[in-house]
């Protein structure tokens, strides 16, 4: 049963335009994250949040910007968009009581940059 | 520095046959460690993951070990079947208070008849 929801689940554009996904979950969880997975497969960490407070931001270009008007909500906008950005975005949720804590994801946005 | 590493980038096997794909990482302490599948245009979804006590995790005829001497979280099931096709990430939780993930690369298993 889908707990994390992801609008679009595609997005077609160009380089240099602007574009923005969106993530909401209903499991009342905490913290919130963006993944992002590439051509290859490889999943990584972007950002992080927990209750609406930026926790973990690894090194992405500037042109990429988290945004959470709730601890349900966190949202994903690309400034001006590069060819190398194109893969799949991935959302999740988890309860920050420990390292335990096991991540829900979303079906992801995959987005083509041409 | 604290990373996953699978060591396979495909795996294919035939049905029936016994499943094994490897996760080793390294970590200045010990952490926490997670499988999680990602079928085909889905999203990935936990597995299983280690415990504290040293139980052994088992969910869907699969189950792991974490070895601390060697630094190990394989995955293992006895006999693959043609459903487990699927990615698989081994993953482990850096600790603190951010609770980010660290991926490996993944590997892919595909199970023929």
């Known amino acids: 049963e889908t707990a994390v929801f992801q609008t679009p689940n595609y997005h077609v554009t160009q380089v240099g335009n602007e574009v923005s996904f969106n993530c909401k979950q209903t499991l009342g969880h905490d913290t919130m994250y963006w993944y992002k997975q590439d051509s290859k497969k490889l999943l990584k960490i972007m950002f992080s949040?927990?209750?609406?407070?930026?926790?973990v931001n690894e090194t992405v270009p500037r042109r990429f910007s988290p945004q959470s008007s709730d601890k349900a909500h966190l949202n994903l906008r690309i400034k001006s968009v590069e060819p190398e950005d194109s893969a799949v975005y991935l959302c999740?949720?988890?309860?920050?009581?420990?390292?335990?804590?096991?991540?829900?994801f979303g079906p992801g946005t995959r987005l083509l940059v041409l | 520095g604290d990373s996953v590493t699978q060591t396979e980038g495909l795996v294919t096997l035939t049905e029936g046959l016994p499943v094994m794909l490897n996760c080793t990482y390294q970590s200045t302490y010990s952490p926490f460690l997670f499988w999680y599948v990602q079928h085909l245009n889905e999203a990935p979804k936990l597995l299983l993951k280690?415990?504290?006590?040293?139980k052994r995790p088992e969910h869907q005829g699969f189950h792991a070990t974490l070895h601390k001497s060697s630094s190990s979280f394989h995955l293992q099931k006895s006999s693959a079947q043609l459903s487990d096709s699927a990615l698989y990430y081994c993953?482990?939780?850096?600790?603190?208070?951010?609770?980010?993930?660290?991926f490996g690369k993944g590997t892919k298993l595909s199970v023929k008849s």
């Open positions: 999740a949720s988890s309860s920050l009581r420990g390292n335990q804590d096991t991540q829900y």
């Open positions: 949040y927990n209750n609406k407070q930026l926790i």
């Open positions: 993953a482990r939780n850096s600790g603190g208070s951010n609770a980010k993930l660290t």
């Open positions: 280690s415990f504290t006590d040293n």
